[in-house]
């Protein structure tokens, strides 16, 4: 699954992202098995589905037959299934013999039904048949409905979001991972549209009364929550390539906007069948872009039927940028990996999640950099660590191999950790084996293992055969423990032409202080330079120390091309004769050292001043995305001192001198040989900018917001975007009525719902609180509600917070069903209020069950500690800024 969220983008300070799940029950951990709610001792093998819906009435019938095997005698069968009312139910034992009835009882909490037989089933293979009604959801899960256009062009499309665990919305099912069936399914639609599924249509025939029987090819051996159904209104392009028919599906009149994504994904298919050693199994792979938004997910990997919001994969020639291509490249790269990692081959339990999802971002990462060199997306990594390292230096983090017992949980792992720590620990042993035996290992693992289900260690007993490295010992130690490694270079000695250096590890941590906890070893793999020479140096740091021999005596660099998973701390002097080369240092090594050196300074680690000083002598030359990191990190810092608006001033002040330089270089405007870096950075420098309340880019924003219809010139598309934020952010009344009137009028849905969230990016109080009444109010369709308060949560937490709390019912209703455990602490998230904590703790103890409270314990920690920095550690930049004016 894919996090990037409307709301994601927008909230770019707060925590995690997921997906919907349900109730917690009790699981069975049986030591040395796999993690199970449902009794093991019957298995399905094959799923004969026939799926009705009603879109008017929002519901559906649905009969399903399974073949199942019976291990050992039972008094009845029992299966996960949700919100589903069985019209009848029977067993047959085998064909011509006739089926025998079965008692229907269900236990909604534990998410299941059990189908009893007048006596014992005998071990043997039977066929289930099952015929039952359920309910079509307005949000992203189970079988769910989009609504588009207005009027006499109003219209419903159905889509399918199963994963983690909502196949059993749908149909009676085995739903969890482990086990794999083949899946055969009919459904009935109207005649006209178009039916999607993991399969081609096999047949079809008209049924006489406007709709027609369409049955889709049978499916390979899989799990159910990658199960995929689609009908309405669409268009659909095509392509061959590589012996595979690939697809775009979109609403009617809309493919025009996806025709990029069909392009890239010819490139990735090309990739990957040659990376993975194992082709592309399907026939055809088709995109699917679906109008509106979820919370918590933006791309779904249903094996070959990827579903996709239309903003992360329609490029829309009104407000897409460059960014905004580079973001559908990326969403492909990783669901396109999914295809393997996840639906050729299969975690056995939620506990192994991030096989899925760090796999699928460090292809992501990887394949994005490999096919768009020019892109120069390596760049990104370290702020990808960064989002990991953040989660992950708190005492609320979780080890990236967890157990998960029950669905709910599993559709809290849908963060940071699993995702950016997962990715960038695959990045770390890349590195350390080398990218031939990476990918020879990788490529056992799929020829040993695929249709089937794993567990981390498949991977890594493959991965120790080719490497001839102890690659499980360092995996074990990254991925069975949580936490961040400290290496500190404690003292580099130049002897023979050479530096020794003597490394120590300890750990970094954010709010850890008063804790006891026994120190943390890693076993870790560490590369250094001196700088100036082009030799790199491996090493491991073993029992928390090593000594190293560099070559060439001068500046020695930790962490030299940033593939590490660590943070490099430098004893004063060798950071300042460090800083001194700053500019020399290739743009990887400069984004590492100022975000280690923020972060540590932020902890107290290291001054403050270290990191304020290299973002004083950062120069105009430097690459583009080096000024796009400062940018951030001058925002991220800005946002430390909300609620205090004259020392915020005195930092705003300082920052807009060091980023307007570099705005003035290269202009509003577009010239002639500006590369993507450059086209990149200007959307970014006026973004942040006006973040910083910098009064001549918001003059500037308003003055070209107020000719856009008068001089497009004014208004081109690089800059609609942006400069719409701008002139939203800072809204009077009357532009936020007028930004409202224009939201209402679009005819674009990816424009509509961008308006309808800057209506909710306003900095005034009042007009934020106008946007959290327009998000009940339903004006922005079903879909939008959720995003346009977490929108206004980025500015106004305690707003934002205090509002869905005395609307609960209300704001339930439009946030993915099963994922308000996480939804609401994220509307807390940005809050630097020391009453906040509280109230999250309250909310927790009111609406949580034991088992989900993790989101809300992480954001009361995460608040807790920005409450700590602003208190201790904020004087020292007060003290740095004052010295200079001094
Ligand atoms: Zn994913």
């Known amino acids: 699954m894919d996090r990037h969220t409307i709301s994601a983008a927008l909230l770019a300070l707060a925590g995690a992202v997921a997906c919907p799940a349900m109730a917690a029950s009790a699981s069975v951990r049986i030591p040395g098995q796999v993690t199970t709610e449902l009794p093991r001792d019957v298995r399905p093998s094959h799923y004969d589905i026939t799926l009705n819906p009603y879109p008017a009435g929002m519901?559906?019938?649905?009969?399903?037959?399974?073949?199942?095997?019976?291990?050992?005698?039972?008094?009845?069968?029992?299966?996960?299934?949700?919100?589903?009312?069985?019209?009848?139910?029977?067993?047959?034992?085998?064909?011509?013999?006739?089926?025998?009835?079965?008692?229907?009882?269900?236990?909604?909490?534990?998410?299941?039904?059990?189908?009893?037989?007048?006596?014992?089933?005998?071990?043997?293979?039977?066929?289930?048949?099952?015929?039952?009604?359920?309910?079509?959801?307005?949000?992203?899960?189970?079988?769910?409905?989009?609504?588009?256009?207005t009027g006499q062009a109003a219209r419903r499309a159905l889509f399918t979001q199963f994963e983690n665990s909502d196949a059993r919305c749908m149909i009676p099912s085995w739903d969890e991972p482990e086990y794999k069936a083949t899946f055969s399914l009919h459904a009935i639609v109207p005649q006209g549209q178009m039916a999607i599924s993991n399969m081609p249509m096999a047949a079809q025939h008209a049924l006489g009364d406007g709709n027609v029987d369409v049955q889709f090819a049978e499916t390979p051996k899989m799990s159910t929550y990658l199960l995929f159904f689609g009908v309405g209104e669409f268009d659909r392009l095509k392509t061959q390539a590589e012996g595979v028919e690939l697809g775009v599906i979109t609403r009617k009149g809309a493919s025009g906007q996806a025709a990029y994504a069909l392009d890239a994904a010819k490139g990735i298919l090309h990739e990957y069948n040659d990376y993975f050693g194992v082709r592309f199994p399907l026939p055809k792979l088709d995109n699917i872009a679906g109008p509106g938004s979820s919370q918590f997910f933006g791309a779904m990997e249903n094996w070959g039927a990827i579903f996709s919001f239309e903003h992360t994969m329609l490029l829309d020639p009104a407000i897409s940028t460059q960014r905004s291509k580079e973001g559908v490249f990326e969403v492909e790269?990783?669901?396109?990996?999914?295809?393997?990692?996840?639906?050729?081959?299969?975690?056995?339990?939620?506990?192994?999640?991030?096989?899925?999802?760090?796999?699928?971002?460090?292809?992501?990462?990887?394949?994005?950099?490999?096919?768009?060199?020019?892109?120069?997306?390596?760049?990104?990594?370290?702020?990808?660590?960064?989002?990991?390292?953040?989660?992950?230096?708190?005492?609320?983090?979780?080890?990236?191999?967890?157990?998960?017992?029950?669905?709910?949980?599993?559709?809290?792992?849908?963060?940071?950790?699993?995702?950016?720590?997962?990715?960038?620990?695959?990045?770390?042993?890349?590195?350390y084996v080398g990218e031939d035996n990476w990918r020879a290992g990788v490529r056992a693992y799929f020829k040993a293992h695929a249709y089937g289900n794993t567990t981390s260690d498949d991977l890594w007993q493959e991965l120790d055969k080719v490497a001839g490295k102890p690659v499980s010992a360092i995996a074990h130690d990254f991925t069975l423990q949580p936490g961040v490694p400290l290496i500190r270079v404690d003292a580099a000695v130049c002897k023979d032409g050479n530096e020794v250096v003597h490394l120590s590890q300890s750990e970094f941590r954010k709010d850890q202080g008063a804790v006891t906890a026994p120190a943390r070893i890693w076993l870790v793999p560490v590369r250094l330079q001196t700088v100036g020479t082009n030799q790199v140096v491996q090493a491991l740091v073993k029992n928390g120390a090593a000594d190293v021999t560099v070559p060439g005596c001068g500046h020695v660099l930790l962490n030299a091309g940033q593939a590490g998973y660590y943070r490099a701390l430098y004893q004063p002097e060798l950071f300042a004769g460090l800083?001194?080369?700053?500019?020399?240092?290739?743009?990887?090594?400069?984004?590492?050292?100022?975000?280690?050196?923020?972060?540590?300074?932020?902890?107290?680690?290291?001054?403050?001043?270290?990191?304020?000083?290299?973002?004083?002598?950062?120069?105009?030359?430097?690459?583009?995305?080096?000024?796009?990191?400062?940018?951030?990190?001058?925002?991220?810092?800005?946002?430390?001192?909300?609620?205090?608006?004259?020392?915020?001033?005195?930092?705003?002040?300082?920052?807009?001198?060091?980023?307007?330089?570099?705005?003035?270089?290269?202009?509003?405007?577009?010239?002639?040989?500006?590369?993507?870096?450059?086209?990149?950075?200007?959307?970014?420098?006026?973004?942040?900018?006006?973040?910083?309340?910098?009064?001549?880019?918001?003059?500037?924003?308003?003055?070209?917001?107020?000719?856009?219809?008068?001089?497009?010139?004014?208004?081109?598309?690089?800059?609609?975007?942006?400069?719409?934020?701008?002139?939203?952010?800072?809204?009077?009344?009357?532009?936020?009525?007028?930004?409202?009137?224009?939201?209402?009028?679009?005819?674009?849905r990816l424009v509509k719902e961008e308006l309808y969230n800057l209506l909710a990016s306003s900095e005034d109080d009042a007009l934020a609180r106008r946007a959290l009444d327009l998000a009940l109010e339903g004006e922005a369709g079903p879909t939008a509600a959720g995003s346009m308060i977490a929108a206004v949560a980025r500015r106004h937490p305690e707003l934002a917070f205090d509002f869905a709390l005395a609307h609960l019912e209300q704001v339930e209703r439009v946030v993915d069903a099963s994922s308000r455990s996480r939804y609401f602490p994220r509307l807390a998230a940005s809050s630097i209020d020391p009453a906040m904590p509280g109230k999250l703790l309250s909310y927790a103890n009111a609406h949580l069950d034991p088992s989900a409270r993790h989101d809300a314990d992480e954001a009361i920690a995460n608040i807790s500690y920005r409450i700590a920095v602003r208190d201790q550690r904020l004087p020292a930049i007060d003290a740095w800024l004052a010295a200079r004016h001094g």
Do not use: C
């Open 333 to 431: 790269a990783h669901e396109m990996a999914h295809q393997w990692f996840g639906d050729l081959v299969t975690m056995h339990w939620w506990d192994d999640l991030w096989l899925n999802e760090g796999f699928a971002s460090w292809m992501e990462s990887r394949t994005t950099a490999r096919l768009h060199p020019e892109w120069h997306t390596e760049l990104h990594a370290v702020e990808n660590r960064e989002g990991a390292m953040v989660q992950d230096a708190a005492k609320t983090s979780h080890p990236v191999i967890q157990h998960i017992a029950t669905v709910e949980q599993a559709s809290q792992a849908f963060d940071a950790i699993t995702y950016q720590k997962g990715s960038a620990v695959i990045a770390m042993l890349e590195n």
């Open 59 to 149: 519901r559906f019938d649905g009969e399903v037959t399974i073949d199942i095997d019976v291990l050992k005698a039972v008094d009845s069968v029992t299966l996960n299934a949700v919100d589903l009312q069985f019209r009848k139910a029977s067993l047959v034992a085998k064909p011509g013999t006739r089926a025998a009835p079965l008692q229907v009882s269900v236990d909604s909490k534990a998410q299941t039904a059990s189908f009893r037989a007048a006596r014992a089933i005998a071990p043997g293979h039977y066929r289930l048949k099952l015929a039952y009604d359920g309910k079509i959801n307005s949000q992203a899960f189970g079988l769910f409905a989009l609504d588009y256009g």
């Open 579 to 748: 800083a001194g080369k700053f500019a020399e240092l290739p743009a990887i090594d400069q984004i590492g050292m100022m975000t280690d050196s923020l972060a540590l300074g932020l902890n107290g680690a290291q001054p403050l001043s270290d990191f304020l000083e290299l973002a004083n002598a950062i120069p105009v030359q430097a690459n583009p995305q080096v000024w796009g990191e400062f940018a951030d990190k001058f925002g991220l810092i800005y946002q430390e001192y909300r609620g205090d608006p004259v020392r915020q001033r005195q930092f705003g002040d300082f920052a807009i001198s060091r980023l307007q330089p570099k705005m003035q270089s290269i202009g509003w405007s577009a010239a002639a040989g500006d590369d993507e870096g450059i086209v990149n950075l200007r959307e970014k420098l006026i973004r942040a900018l006006g973040e910083l309340n910098d009064p001549v880019t918001v003059a500037e924003a308003r003055r070209r917001f107020a000719l856009r219809k008068t001089d497009p010139a004014a208004l081109p598309v690089a800059l609609r975007r942006t400069v719409t934020q701008i002139v939203a952010v800072h809204a009077d009344a009357a532009t936020w009525d007028a930004l409202h009137a224009a939201a209402k009028e679009e005819d674009s």
